[in-house]
């Protein structure tokens, strides 16, 4: 089972406990005394008693299970497979959503599959009318007849719930609540709330693009090599694996065009100063859609802002 069929796997739960081990002695603990630290008794009395520390133990299988930690003679570990500054206590975290983006999709890991299929599928609607709440899903993975293929046979808010909360952790997304009666409404995403999501990988890229261009300031690649390299480190981008699996069923895009979702991140990145778009004569063009218009660029390149 994934981490989006796993509700009480939270984000902020498997990281809270990668994050008491980044400065850990020898980023190592016994099981009982990480679980008395990060969820003592108290918090469980008259709660279920099958499982005294559900959320806890959810939170803690799931990042064993995907690799970022390891367990041995009931001791916890971060992996020590992990590349160093992944591991180390001044990066570890701030990485961690990177860490997470390659344990659970550039890495074969067949639990994490639908998860990515279904990030891969909301980056591929149009991001100027694309769902932002679970009813609004449901109704166009039922119309575009892929609910099957993404899982989601079974009708779940909490799944939503689940869904945002990955993808806006990881980078894909980012979610806002609108104001009603001049009350600001917070609450879990239902499909009546006013909890929305917006599907954009900003944030994703933004962290990411030093990496895309191998670490060399003001660095050039055309649009097609930036792809290449994008849909290699997470396969939920155009050409990527969980991509092309999203595209076969509602519909493949148009050469040479990128979905609406990676051009109007790259626009921000590029309304940012960290990026900028350049059309070459001679030079295959890439279309980026837009509100009521297309442009066509070459090559992006990285100006050296600060990210």
Known sequence: MSVLKTALAAPSRMRGIFRYLLQAPKQCEKRGKLTSLLSPDKLSEGRNKGAEHPMFD??????????????????????????????????????????????????????????????????????YDAPDTWEKVEKLVAEQGVAESLDLK??????????????????????????????????????????????????????????????????????????DRLAKKCPLFETGKFREQVEEKIGDRLPNHLSTSTAFALFRLQDDGCVKLVKESDADLFIFPGVGNEEGFSHIILTGVEL
């Open 58 to 127: 959810a939170a803690l299988r799931e990042s064993i299970k995907c690799g970022l930690l390891i367990e041995e003679n009931e001791e916890i570990a971060i992996n020590f497979n992990l590349p160093e500054a992944s591991r180390h206590p001044q990066t570890g975290d701030k990485l961690l959503p990177d860490t997470l983006v390659q344990l659970f999709f550039a890495s074969d890991n067949e639990d994490e599959e639908d998860l990515g299929r279904l990030i891969a599928w909301y980056l591929a609607q149009d991001i």
């Open 154 to 227: 079974i009708s779940s808010d909490s799944l939503f719930g689940q869904l945002a909360d990955w993808m806006c952790y990881l980078g894909f997304a980012w979610g806002h609540a609108l104001e009603l009666n001049k009350k600001l409404v917070v609450a879990e995403p239902t499909a009546s709330n006013k909890r929305l999501v917006v599907a954009e990988p900003t944030a994703y890229l933004r962290r990411n693009l030093k990496d895309l261009f191998q670490g060399e300031a003001k660095a050039k690649l055309s649009i097609r090599d930036f792809l």
